[in-house]
């Protein structure tokens, strides 16, 4: 079956029309990609999305698979089961950009990312957090040294979710089989991939989990003292039990200065020099709650990224946060909670 128009472009299609209606928007309007074809097992999501969107329906990604002008598959289903599509996706030599995070246990993280590297082929994991202009910002200036030496860092995310939202679109979101954690593994899990990102290696977490609020098997509360390979130290929370919700932030501190963001947004930029005020005014009116074009700067990222994926496809080059990348966060997570189980400092294995 061919339904693409220009053979050079990018097939592109989407499993899971929950957050996956966000990609097929960005398929839409993104550079060298056709919307080929809409799977999710809710038959009538699927039949509304293919007919609003003009693209072809299905309800099991194995006959999704068939096709031969899809080469591009979006896994937008609940976390628990990504590696199980993304291993018939690769089987099927197709490329993948799956949602975070990309599983939730290792084993299955690394099956996918064999899968689709021992082919040849290119894996994404979304993390689009990455591309806020403040945080790109933040990243800048951490890798040009210009905070010194690190000395500490905290990921902090203190939103508030109410019991309906675990309990809406079949409950998997708080069960360990399908979200594979609570407020840490779902919603943390973006702040904490930008603390690893911009600080470098986890070497060891101590962490508490618990159900505060809501009635769900995860916790919905998690916090975490972590050290660093580089010697500095962090904390992580991690809560859906913050009423009415605080917002995220993030906080890094080294011997020459400190820079801050809350909901990706510069709230503080305090680096050592003559210049020290002027550059802060000057950040927090370009990427912080000052800049005009705050909304603007949030806006787009997924799109950027999954325009990003289209182009690895295109032009056969990695995408800009592959399956690898999208390991470290769930890696960190899941320490945290074995640490909370048995009471323990955990180590993770030193990064090469
Ligand atoms: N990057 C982000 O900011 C962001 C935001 C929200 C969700 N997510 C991620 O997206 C994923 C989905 O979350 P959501 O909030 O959209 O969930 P959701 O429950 O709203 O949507 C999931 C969809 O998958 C479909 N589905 C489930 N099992 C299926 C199967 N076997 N075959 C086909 N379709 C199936 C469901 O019918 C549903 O339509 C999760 O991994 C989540 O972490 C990411």
């Given at each position: ?5 220009d ?10 029309l ?31 999305f293919?007919?609003e ?10 006959e999704?698979l ?6 591009l598959v ?12 993304l ?14 995070p990309l ?11 064999e ?35 690190p ?31 609570g407020s ?23 962490g ?44 890094l ?16 930029w ?19 709650e000052?800049s ?10 997924t ?17 800009m ?8 966060a ?8 074995e ?10 294995p030193a990064?090469?």
């Open positions: 079956m061919n339904k693409k128009k053979p050079s472009s990018v097939g592109a299609a989407v499993i899971g929950g957050r996956g209606r966000t990609h097929v928007k960005a398929i839409l309007k993104a550079q060298g990609a056709e919307l080929i074809a809409v799977c999710d097992k809710n038959q009538a999501a699927a039949d509304k293919a007919e969107f003009g693209a072809d329906a299905y309800t099991d990604l194995s999704m068939k096709r031969d002008d899809i080469d979006h896994v937008c289903t609940p976390s628990g089961l990504h590696t199980e599509m291993l018939q996706i690769a089987e099927a030599g197709k490329h993948a950009i799956t949602e975070k599983d939730i246990t290792l084993e299955r993280i690394d099956s996918a990312i899968a689709f590297a021992s082919r040849g082929l290119h894996l994404g994991c979304i993390f689009q957090i990455r591309l806020m202009p403040a945080i790109q910002e933040m990243k800048k200036a951490v890798d040009a040294g210009r905070l010194g030496t000395v500490l860092a905290n990921a902090h995310v203190k939103w508030f979710r109410t019991q309906e939202y675990y309990e809406q679109n079949g409950g998997w979101r708080g069960t360990w089989a399908w979200d594979g954690g840490l593994m779902n919603q943390a899990v973006h702040t904490i991939d930008l603390l690893q990102w911009m600080m470098g290696p986890v070497q060891s977490v101590v508490h989990a618990k159900v505060s609020a809501h009635q769900i098997e995860t916790e919905d509360l998690g916090v975490a003292l972590v050290k660093f390979a580089s010697g500095a130290v962090g904390t992580i929370v991690g809560t859906t039990a913050a009423y009415p919700g605080f917002g995220s932030s993030l906080e501190f080294g011997s020459d200065g400190g820079i801050a963001m809350k909901e990706n947004l510069i709230t503080d305090k680096i050592r020099g003559d210049q020290m005020a002027e550059e802060e005014a000057d950040m927090r009116k370009r990427f912080g000052l005009e074009a705050k909304a603007a700067l949030q806006a787009d990222t799109d950027k990224q999954i325009q990003d994926m289209i182009d690895a496809v295109r032009f056969n080059r990695p995408p946060i592959t399956g690898r990348e999208g390991r470290d769930v890696e960190i997570v899941l320490a945290i909670y640490s909370s189980r048995t009471g323990k400092e955990i180590f993770l990064k090469k």
